[in-house]
């Protein structure tokens, strides 16, 4: 069977693409740009990848005629700004008009939970409106709403994590009080895959959930328990939506968009109305606690197949990203530094730039990042909070601290990176092993297209501290190889 995959490259997405391979379907992942899509290179040549921009009616291909079965997983919380839920509409019609033209027989949606009509956020009730504007005479929709998932990586865990490492005391918003359903990411794919094809199946609206309906404040103290730590939670009634929003940016990874759309869905119950979908495919979700092990083994074992922060929703910019990919040359200001290397050393080399940021920190005045990344975080950036997902792989779209991975090619020995810290202008990283005269060298190159005066202000401020930084990284990346 053949099946049309979007939002391949995000969290759910990039786990269902290989979940759909081993169960031995046909994948045909959709993305804007190929580039993003974590597949080895054996994987992607036994697949079609489809390029398509369901914003843009012309960046939509004619989809292959062939397709049985396409999942949408495009969510607006990969979509910055107040009209998100403008922007959803608009993808979901245009997906919709594509699958109608190429015949597709069965359309997955993955959505939300919204049955708590009084405190139904905009970013719930979007979600709950794009199930409608997927219906079609032409094909039919199975719509599966999910609350909280729980996976390692997911946005959900990370926040709950950070707030249980971080936070022996909470004071807390009232909406802790809340009650959810949560759900395991291997119960959401097992879901997902389960209703593929099946005629019973088709134009029905199902709630997914774990088998625990928990508050908020009880998944913290559950997680506390599996983490072996003993934490106090109180509540407050005081704290404003706008207030949450900034607990759970400054403690938490997260970025302050995201932290505000998450702030504003939790005053809402998300609690499945039933379980008919679970009683049809005899499945037995797991608990709330056996998922968050499970998550944790996953952790341990540097096994995690996506992350939230890997998602362009982490990203201050989402459509036009994978624009800067070309680095400009006219009305820019450059920091370039260059150093011999030996030949034998080249692999060590590559091997210590891919493990750079996050834990390994940047090779050379790793005070300095922080003190950079602290007042990215406070003037609203996303600081240095979100690390990198694996400690020594890196792939083209990763987020990589407050840098985003733009090209990531071992061979060439070239890695690109795209700031998406706090700037009057844009900036961009990169390291590229060379060849001249049969010698070879490690050049490194910063460059910044400053906004106005402001920028070239910026820039004039931050050039001393560029001379430490950049010339002792290089050194040390190459001494330490």
Same mark, same amino acid.
């Given at each position: ?185 291997? $119960?959401?794919?097992?879901?997902? +895959?389960?209703?593929?094809?099946? /005629? ?7 709630? !997914? @959930? *774990? ?123 450059? $920091?370039?530094?260059?150093?011999? +290397?030996?030949?034998?050393?080249? /692999? ?7 493990? !750079? @940021? *996050? ?123």
């Amino acid at each position: 069977m053949r099946v049309l995959l979007t939002g391949a490259t995000g969290y759910v997405g990039k786990r269902l693409f290989y979940s759909l391979i081993e169960a031995g379907y046909d994948v045909y992942p959709c993305v804007r740009d190929s580039s993003r899509l974590a597949a080895d290179d054996l994987t992607k040549q036994s697949i079609e990848i489809v390029e398509a921009d369901f914003l843009d009616e012309n960046k939509i291909p004619e989809f292959p005629k062939e397709l049985d079965v396409a999942f949408y997983l495009i969510h607006s919380m990969s979509m910055s700004g107040d009209d998100f839920d403008t922007k959803e509409k608009t993808c979901a019609l245009n997906f919709r008009k594509a699958m109608e033209a190429c015949g597709i027989k069965q359309v997955i949606y993955l959505g939300g939970i919204v049955n708590d009509e009084a405190n139904k956020s905009k970013h719930l009730r979007s979600r709950e409106e794009v199930g409608d504007f997927l219906k079609s005479e032409h094909y039919a929709l199975t719509n599966l709403r999910a609350g909280i998932v729980v996976g390692s990586g997911s946005a959900s865990f990370e926040i709950i994590r950070d707030l249980v490492d971080k936070l022996p005391l909470m004071i807390a918003p009232k909406w802790l009080n809340t009650r959810c359903q949560p759900i395991g990411i291997r $119960d959401v794919l097992s879901h997902l +895959i389960g209703v593929i094809g099946r /005629e019973d199946c088709y134009n029905e609206t199902y709630d !997914i @959930g *774990g088998p625990d309906i928990l508050k908020y404040r009880d998944m913290l103290m559950q997680f506390a328990e599996v983490r072996g730590f003993k934490r106090y939670i109180y509540t407050v009634p005081v704290m404003s939506p706008r207030l949450s929003g900034y607990w759970l940016y400054f403690i938490t990874r997260t970025s302050y968009q995201l932290a505000t759309h998450l702030v504003d869905s939790m005053k809402a119950e998300v609690v499945c109305n039933d379980k008919r979908l679970e009683e049809k495919l005899q499945l037995q979700p797991m608990d709330y606690r056996s998922a968050v092990r499970l998550a944790f083994s996953r952790i341990s074992q540097n096994k995690i197949p996506s992350s939230w922060k890997d998602a362009l929703s982490s990203s201050r910019r989402t459509a036009d990203l994978f624009e800067f990919i070309e680095v400009p040359d006219q009305a820019v200001l450059k $920091d370039f530094q260059k150093t011999k +290397i030996d030949l034998g050393d080249k /692999e060590h080399i590559i091997d210590r730039l891919w493990k !750079i @940021g *996050g834990d390994n920190g940047w090779y050379h005045a790793d005070f300095l990042w922080k003190i950079r990344g602290i007042i990215d975080k406070f003037f609203g950036g996303v600081g240095l909070r979100r690390g990198r997902t694996h400690p020594s792989e890196i792939k083209t779209g990763d987020a990589l601290d407050f840098w985003r991975v733009l090209y990531a090619n071992k061979d060439q020995g070239r890695l690109l990176l795209f700031a998406e810290m706090k700037l009057p202008g844009e900036a961009w990283l990169e390291f590229r092993i060379s060849e001249e005269n049969k010698q070879h060298y490690l050049e490194q190159r910063a460059t910044f297209r400053p906004k106005g005066w402001l920028g070239r202000l910026y820039w004039l401020a931050v050039l001393p501290l560029h001379a430490i930084i950049f010339r002792g990284m290089l050194r040390s990346i190459v001494e330490k190889a």
